[in-house]
């Protein structure tokens, strides 16, 4: 009894450790945080405007556009919905 008891005990510690090292590691390796937006832009979106016209018309990379917005549904863009332009991604 004692020795399931101390393999359980042993097992717990280690996921415990794996988790702990998981958690530092994220942090050194720069694991991505919340983006920090500069610039914010009240699109007059109309029918038919897309993520893609926006990134024209403000000259952004796709890829630099989605990670300071990313949360937005490019396929649900709506009249007055507040768009970030200018910022980092951290």
Partial sequence: MAKASTKSLNLILMLSLLVLVSMAESRFLGAKGTPQCDTVVDVGVES???????????????????????????????????????????
């Fill in 48 to 90: 038919g405007v897309t993520c893609f016209d926006i990134q024209q018309k403000f000259q952004l990379t796709a890829e630099f556009f989605d990670s300071i917005n990313p949360n937005l549904d490019c396929d649900a863009l709506f009249m007055g919905q507040w768009i970030c332009v200018d910022g980092s991604a951290n």
